[in-house]
């Protein structure tokens, strides 16, 4: 069976990531969790946090479908070595197993190809960088607010 990823799955997709406690969502292509290839549309809001974290077992390809993303790389102080916007001259990324990274949604509805090697596995606590805040904690909001304007050179504080 063809998969595709239509506008109206893009529709439903913002929808459903505005009504999502966590402001995302995805749209899996990949059959389960098993599969050696993940692959999957996700869809986020601006309010939506992504913790700095690292996938050492996997690169990960990002390609945008809507809106904007910012994703800023870091090195292992926390200093911004990358700032690229998924969406502006920044259409597809690919970033190297190991790297530790962020991102965040710029506009309403933004919606990204993902493409990993599987099978998933959550993000363990000893891939999240040190002293970043979990979803959910007080100190995420200032995080966020500070990811759309953070700069290469700059380096992330908690």
Known sequence: MIKQITRENL??????????????????????VNDPVQRLAVTMEPQSYVR???HPHTWELLSILSG?????????E?????????????????????????????????TFLEIKQGPYVPVPEEDTFSGSPAEG??????????????????????
């Open 137 to 158: 904690d007080d100190k995420s909001a200032a995080i966020m607010a500070w990811y759309p304007d953070a700069k290469v050179g700059d380096t992330v504080k908690f």
């Open 11 to 32: 529709g439903q997709l913002a929808s459903k990531a505005e009504q999502s406690p966590r402001l995302r969502t995805n749209l899996n292509l990949h059959p389960d």
């Open 78 to 110: 926390g200093k911004i070595t990358e700032r690229l916007v998924l969406g502006e001259e920044t259409r597809t990324l690919e970033i190297p197993a190991g790297i530790w990274h962020s991102a965040i949604a710029l506009d309403k509805g933004t």
């Open 68 to 76: 904007r993303l910012v994703v800023l790389i870091y090195n292992s």
């Open 52 to 54: 700095i974290h690292r």
